[in-house]
């Protein structure tokens, strides 16, 4: 039998406080509203000091995860950035530990986010895709011992001048380095903005992601950036329709049941919704959303 190309549906969680009881709560709510995984930003919690796990804290969120029936990945370092000569080797010894982790709470993915350069470093333009390229190499060989897979997500620019991979450029990169325990991870979102920034075709970048991927990032965005725009609270970025919002699915514009229709992805993905706590109310609603497109994903690769 075909295995199924999405094998797990859940959303984010992290500590508010860089304590392990506000993830408890986090993990609770997600077990009671039904979700069968869970992805942890680990480094929200204080558990990884100058690229080393501290044990105590270690064992005690172990001990955490265990308490809950969920499945559980893990979310690397938002400022993750193997392109930067200046601090990829303290980059990929943070990514090291957190395969530790990975390992200590059963997780089977870690999420690294493609690197950028600022504007003003232009001149090492030329080689940072090679040292982002050598850098998961490293990692990804790392992770074979824990049979984790590193999971590349996608990013849009932040700053005038930036440079950073496209989606379809991430895609190319993993299909290059060509790694087991490397896949490209699709955040929609992400890929929607940079692809009106870029004057790219959203759903071609999409198309070029999607038979290297075997992680989701899901929530919903108007896909405009959002520019030099001040927010005084993040609802009137919601309001306005403006940058990466990690809406519930539906309140932004993004054609969900168009594009599950037409993709699909390596065996064993996750489609993990990123969706803020403030819409904690939503994510019943969000999760069946997600379950009926795991399911158009599944059931086309069985009838295939």
Sequence with gaps: MTPSPISAVGFNAGSADGELASLEARLRHLA???????????????????????????????????????RYTVHGLVSSNFMDPETVGPQLAAAKALLEICDRIGAGILVQHSGALRADQGAIRATAGRLEDDTLLALAEAARPYDVRIALENIYTTESGQYRRTPSEVAAAVKRLDHPNLVALIDFSHAYIESTYRSLDFRAELRAMAPVTGHLHVHDSFGQPAGRTPFFVRQEATALGLGDLHMPLGWGDIPWAEIFAELTFLPGTVLLMEIDHRYDAEHADCLAQARRLAAAVNGRALAA
Excluded: N
Aim: proline share 5%; no cysteine; aromatic share 2%.
């Design 32 to 70: 009671d509203v039904g979700a069968d995984v869970a992805e942890i930003a680990v480094t929200s919690l204080d558990i990884i000091a100058g690229g080393r796990v501290i044990p105590g804290r270690a064992a005690r969120l172990a001990a955490l995860t265990k308490a809950f029936p969920l």
